[in-house]
Nanobody, 115 residues
Framework: QVQLVESGGGLVQPGGSLRLSCEAS????????MGWYRRAPGKERELVAR???????NYANFVKGRFSISRDNAKNTLYLQMNSLKPEDTAVYYC?????????WGQGTQVTVSS
């Protein structure tokens, strides 16, 4: 059974940076589309960015130019580099794996942007 474990969240000041990581168990990571989603207080969960197995990426408009998604298939790990963070980026960030057959969510990691 595939499991996802996120890390790297925390408290950061506006304009700061954080790097989230998501480590996957199992052998389907490299063939899967991987994504980062977030849920802010009182809002629905929304897509932040995703990266396909071939490396193609796409981003939500609200993070373009600030966030960067990447993957290391040798380490079964997904990353989200977040720069120029804003208070409105405050949310629980979730890692998602979608192999086309299997969909798995991580437990989430809290990101708080506040002075």
């Amino acid at each position: 059974q595939v499991q996802l474990v996120e890390s790297g969240g925390g408290l950061v000041q506006p304009g700061g940076s954080l790097r989230l990581s998501c480590e996957a168990s199992g052998s389907i990571f490299r063939i899967s589309t991987m994504g980062w989603y977030r849920r802010a207080p009182g809002k629905e969960r929304e897509l932040v960015a995703r990266i396909f197995s071939g490396g193609t990426t796409n981003y939500a408009n609200f993070v373009k130019g600030r966030f960067s998604i990447s993957r290391d298939n040798a380490k079964n790990t997904l990353y989200l580099q977040m720069n120029s963070l804003k208070p409105e980026d405050t949310a629980v960030y979730y890692c998602n794996l979608n192999s086309g057959v299997t969909i798995v969510w991580g437990q989430g990691t809290q990101v708080t942007v506040s002075s």
